[in-house]
């Protein structure tokens, strides 16, 4: 559901308010709890607008069509709003953050040189991922390195398998539940077959798993949500920061 909800307000955030699309995403995100029981024609009547419209509408988003949106839009739960205290907040912060400080500069090396040779790179993950996603964009782009972020799940495949021997797939994925990677051994030998340069971000140490790829980086000890995102954008400053220091001095932007 989270992805759904980040794909929605980033159209908001780059369409004019008179557009047609701009619309539709407004009146999706208002009668969010209500699209799983929906059909198509009374969804469209919802927005405003045509069948045609709508199913255009779903592509553009990313979605094969309205069902598989209205699949994702049915995960979405009430859930207990779960914080952290303070105190056990900044303890496992600390820990998290010496976690990632004290990844070897040769891993490191790992991930740039790939990113640095790479004709295509592939920025996979879930939910929240969307924001820190083009947050390592948006620098590698700085530094001369242009990435595609593949949020959606649906097509992903088929993205993947364009890329080739020197083009790079890095995933984030603190249990490895994209793609349902820790469950669906289907999708292990689907991994497997891809020719590109497969990275993951993550705190999975199972073998079976991490032998899927060919970098496997940790990203800090503890999986809480309050602290856990921290630790994937310190982890991405480190990428940055190391393909600075190897392969462009300067930036444009």
Not at 11 to 34: F, G, M, V
Not at 177 to 194: A, F, G, S, V
Not at 229 to 248: C, T
Request: glycine share 4%; hydrophobic share 40%; charged share 20%.
């Amino acid at each position: 559901m989270q992805t759904l909800i980040y794909t929605l307000l980033n159209l908001l955030n780059t369409s004019l308010q008179e557009d047609t699309n701009y619309q539709i995403a407004i009146c999706l995100l208002q009668h969010l709890r209500e699209i799983p029981y929906l059909s198509l024609q009374q969804v469209s009547d919802l927005c405003h607008v045509s069948v045609a419209t709508f199913n255009r509408f779903c592509k553009t988003l990313g979605f094969y069509n309205y069902s598989t949106l209205r699949k994702i839009a049915g995960y979405g739960e009430e859930k207990n709003y779960s914080q952290l205290k303070h105190d056990t907040f900044l303890k496992l912060l600390i820990e998290n953050m010496q976690a990632i400080e004290d990844i070897h500069i040769s891993t490191l090396d790992s991930i740039v040189d790939r990113l640095y040779s790479a004709d295509n790179i592939i920025l996979a993950g879930y939910g929240d991922f969307q924001f820190e996603a083009l947050y390592l964009q948006k620098h590698l782009f700085s530094h001369g390195k242009y990435a595609t972020v593949q949020a959606n799940p649906n097509g992903a495949y088929e993205e993947f398998m364009k890329l080739k021997n020197n083009d790079v797939l890095l995933i984030t994925s603190m249990q490895l539940n994209y793609l349902q990677l820790n469950q669906n051994k289907i999708w292990h030998k689907r991994i497997k077959q891809l020719k590109c340069q497969k990275i993951v971000l993550t705190q999975v140490h199972d073998k079976n798993l991490c032998n899927l790829f060919d970098v496997v980086i940790p990203c800090g000890i503890h999986a809480h949500k309050d602290i856990q995102n921290y630790a994937i954008m310190r982890l991405y400053d480190l990428i940055i920061h190391r393909y600075h220091e190897k392969y462009q001095s300067q930036v444009f932007e």
